[in-house]
T-cell receptor, first 115, second 115 residues
Framework: DAMVIQNPRYQVTQFGKPVTLSCSQTLNHNVMYWYQQKSSQAPKLLFHYYDKDFNNEADTPDNFQSRRPNTSFCFLDIRSPGLGDAAMYLC??????????????FGPGTRLTVL | AQKITQTQPGMFVQEKEAVTLDCTYDTSDPSYGLFWYKQPSSGEMIFLIYQGSYDQQNATEGRYSLNFQKARKSANLVISASQLGDSAMYFCAMREGAGGFKTIFGAGTRLFVKA
């Protein structure tokens, strides 16, 4: 089955130690997203890639970076995690035709703990 | 201004009964898509159902149906014959045709199914 895969499912890191989360998809979607979701809150969009075009949300901290080496893979890099970065990180994908109403499909998420 | 409103922070339903989760939205874009996602305690965001603004009929997917009332700007999710596995957080979301890649999420409704 076509799907969105995230690794690892659980990640523990130390304060200030860089960490990379990965996402891959077999849906061949041209848009990939990264969301941060804190407990009991709605997901918050960090950035997205439309093909190779990177789009950062205005309020995404510089501490968060992303790479998309090819259509299938996308990475979230947190350069110096702080305690406030502990959250669930969700990767999602969608197509994009002439309008942006296409369905987003999410991966299972990576739960990040910062010690 | 909040564009997606879910007024029920928590809901209880008896197993095998139907339940309606409320969602109202606000947009001036004539083209938009409305979505419902289920998020169990494991964290994965599971796509349930989609309603396009130009769709003439209410969307249905198995036990899920969307009661779409365009004039009232409401998109309530109806779950028929509730099961214990339906206990989860439910998010209503919207994507506007001219809104690019942004998905607007409601605050969510936590559903508890009682045996």
């Amino acid at each position: 089955d076509a799907m969105v895969i995230q690794n690892p499912r659980y990640q523990v890191t130390q304060f200030g130690k860089p960490v990379t989360l990965s996402c891959s998809q077999t849906l061949n979607h041209n848009v990939m997203y990264w969301y941060q979701q804190k407990s009991s809150q709605a997901p918050k969009l960090l950035f997205h890639y439309y093909d190779k075009d990177f789009n950062n949300e205005a309020d995404t901290p510089d501490n968060f970076q992303s790479r998309r080496p090819n259509t299938s893979f996308c990475f979230l890099d947190i350069r110096s995690p702080g305690l406030g970065d502990a959250a669930m990180y969700l990767c999602a994908t969608s197509t994009y035709r002439d309008r942006g109403t296409d369905t987003q499909y999410f991966g299972p998420g990576t739960r990040l703990t910062v010690l | 201004a909040q564009k997606i409103t879910q007024t029920q922070p928590g809901m209880f339903v008896q197993e095998k009964e139907a339940v309606t989760l409320d969602c109202t939205y606000d947009t001036s874009d004539p083209s938009y898509g409305l979505f419902w996602y289920k998020q169990p305690s494991s964290g994965e965001m599971i796509f349930l159902i989609y309603q396009g603004s130009y769709d003439q009929q209410n969307a249905t997917e198995g036990r899920y149906s969307l009661n779409f009332q365009k004039a009232r700007k409401s998109a309530n999710l109806v779950i028929s014959a509730s099961q214990l596995g339906d206990s989860a957080m439910y998010f209503c979301a919207m994507r506007e045709g001219a809104g690019g890649f942004k998905t607007i999420f409601g605050a969510g409704t936590r559903l508890f199914v009682k045996a």
